[in-house]
């Protein structure tokens, strides 16, 4: 005799039932708006709750000023490439007035 054996264990009709209706149920999940409420309860908690404040001269602080100095290697129309975030960040986007 193994440590591991394939012979599924004797459940009552009940719970054989409960199984089988949630697992129908996992199925059509994706097919709801409820997995909509599910990702805004997990991005309340895993974004929302995981929120540092950006203190002067904090290690965010750090990592976000590096970031900015980082060059667009994208171009569109509101975005020119070449310049850093920090300047695209600080400009309009709108043609200069004469």
Known sequence: MGLITLTPPALHSMTVLHIVLFDLFLIYLPFTRST???TRILAY???RWDDEPNLPGSKL???IGELL???ISWEG???PTGKSWAEAATESG???KK
């Open 77 to 79: 129309k509101h975005i």
């Open 45 to 47: 908690f895993f974004i």
């Open 94 to 96: 709108l043609p200069e």
């Open 36 to 38: 909509h409420y599910i």
């Open 61 to 63: 602080e750090r990592e």
């Open 69 to 71: 100095r980082r060059k």
